[in-house]
């Protein structure tokens, strides 16, 4: 039996290769420029001295070497003191020897006052309070100024930069069609 020719065929689609980068931004921002300036607190004191102040006048008056002044104002008040007893006293002796019914004689008893000695008290009297103290205390100044602080920001711009991908298209392979034709004898 003979056997029938066949074509025979042969075929290739086509390929299309395609390479692709994709493109992207790149973005970069410094950080801000900043300046700083601080002011520093501030505390300021001031104390002033208290004050103190002792009064011995009462005490040398009762030793009796205070003042000339002092001294000589308690001499007139105590003078005006027993002036006014004599003027009393004198008043009462008067009375006492006009009164007719007494039949004692005062004139005796008159002379023998007369040797007393007058009393002039020009010391006044001790106590423990003849020294008077006192003390003022004065409070002290506090001023607080706070501490300060100033920023200056400057904020830079970003710097934004597209890369551009890439699209790369080829033929990765061709197309093609083969046609072998059967064989033939020729020998016929």
């Known amino acids: 039996m003979t056997s029938i020719p066949q074509i025979r065929i042969n075929q290739q689609y086509s390929r299309i290769g395609i390479d692709t980068e994709p493109g ?44 000339n002044y ?49 009393d002039i008290e020009y010391r006044t009297s001790a106590a423990p309070d003849n020294v008077s103290i006192q003390y003022v205390a004065r409070k002290p100044n506090i001023q607080f100024t706070p501490a300060t602080l100033d920023i200056q920001t400057k904020v830079n711009a970003p710097s934004i930069e597209y890369v551009r991908g890439k699209l790369d298209i080829y033929l990765a392979q061709k197309a093609f069609i083969e046609i072998i034709p059967p064989e033939m004898d020729l020998k016929v």
């Open 70 to 118: 002092r001294l000589m104002d308690t001499i007139v008040s105590e003078a005006r003191r027993i002036a006014l007893q004599g003027i009393a006293r004198r008043v009462e002796d008067g009375n006492r020897m006009a009164d007719l019914t007494n039949k004692n004689d005062p004139i005796p008893e008159f002379a023998m006052r007369a040797f007393d000695d007058l």
């Open 24 to 67: 992207h931004y790149e973005i970069k921002q410094p950080g801000p420029d900043q300046q700083y300036k601080t002011t520093p607190s501030r505390l300021e004191m001031e104390s002033p001295s208290g004050e103190l102040s002792i009064d011995s006048s009462k005490a040398w008056d009762a030793l009796g070497i205070g003042s």
